[in-house]
Each structure stands twice: as structure tokens, then as C-alpha cells.
């Protein structure tokens, strides 16, 4: 896996060995940026279930201004680190260590312009998660949260969000939710 664009291009990553995570493949990450293309320049960003931290830095080598990254795992957080650190923008980013919902209580006086959420597949979580970002009121003006699936798996969006925009990657789908 590597930086597809930007600043920090070709920059290769490293990913967590083993099947307790799953990198948003290049050629999704790829497809995805090219949508999101004038949404990042200049974004505050929040990488839920960073995994590697692969969408968070690509966004940052695209001119995002800043990135909160959170996982729960302490080997994701090292694969992240490592991945901060080779890409050099450890001044812009912040690393949690925790689950996604006691990050939206540690974040409820920021808020953010992109947000990826990459949890595991089919564990109910996106919709415990939104709810919370719109509790939390972590959403700036304008804020685009992408939310990627698998395929056939649904969550329940809360009041005062609206599902704008929906693409399915191979096993994946990535869904594109807004303020309603």
C-alpha cells in the first residue's frame, strides 16, 4: 500500500499483518479521493478505525489541514505511528488509542470537515457512531462523513443526516452521508 497522491506520493505503508483489519484497497482509495477531490484541500479530518491510517494520510498528502486518528488496537496504533512518521506529518496529526465512541466524548469541543469511518465489517457500529458525531455536534459546516461497508450491510441513519451518495468496490461500499 502506498500514498497514491500529493505531497507524500509513492510513500509506501505498512498494514497490520493478520485478518483483524482490512486497508481500503488503492484503487478504492484511488476512486474515492477523485470524488472527494476539492473536499480535502484545507479539511479538518477524523480517521475512526484508522486501521493503518491510510485515508487520513492521503488526505493529508492532498493539502488537508490536520487528522485525528483513533483505533482501539495498540498494534494498529504502532502500524499508524510508523505511518505518520514516514509520510512526516507527525506536527498535523493527532493518534488516539481507543474505541470510536470514547473519541467522540475526548473530541466534543473540535470539529471536523471529512470523516472516514472503516469499522469492521457487520459489527453495528456506523449507526451507534454517526449518532454520536451529531450528539457531539462534531460536524462542521459542509462536513462529508464516508462510511465504507461491506456490500449487503446496512445501519440506520439518524435524524439530521442524509445519505447523499452511495459506490460499490468490489466486496465494498462506501456511502456518503451529510447534514439532511
Not at 93 to 116: G, H, V, W
Not at 148 to 172: H, M, N, V
Amino acid at each position: 500500500m502506498r500514498i497514491i497522491s500529493g505531497q507524500a506520493r509513492g510513500r509506501k505503508l505498512v498494514t497490520l499483518e493478520g485478518e483483524n483489519t482490512r486497508p481500503t484497497l488503492d484503487r478504492t482509495r484511488e476512486a474515492l479521493f477523485n470524488i472527494l477531490q476539492g473536499r480535502v484541500l484545507e479539511a479538518r479530518v477524523l480517521d475512526l478505525f484508522a486501521g493503518s491510517g491510510a485515508l487520513a494520510l492521503e488526505a493529508l498528502s492532498r493539502g488537508a489541514l490536520d487528522a485525528v486518528l483513533c483505533d482501539v488496537s495498540p498494534e494498529a496504533c504502532a502500524v499508524i505511528q510508523k505511518n505518520i512518521d514516514a509520510v512526516r506529518c507527525g506536527k498535523r496529526t493527532r493518534l488516539l488509542r481507543c474505541d470510536a465512541l470514547s473519541a467522540l466524548k475526548q473530541l466534543r469541543t473540535e470539529q471536523f470537515d471529512l470523516i472516514f469511518l472503516d469499522p469492521p465489517y457487520k459489527k453495528g457500529l456506523i449507526g451507534p457512531v454517526l449518532a454520536g458525531l451529531v450528539e457531539g455536534d462534531l460536524l462542521a459546516r459542509g462536513a462529508l462523513i464516508v462510511a465504507e461497508t461491506a456490500q449487503d450491510e446496512e445501519f440506520e441513519i439518524p435524524c439530521g443526516l442524509a445519505q447523499t451518495d452511495r459506490r460499490k468496490y468490489g466486496k465494498s461500499c462506501l456511502h456518503f452521508i451529510e447534514r439532511a
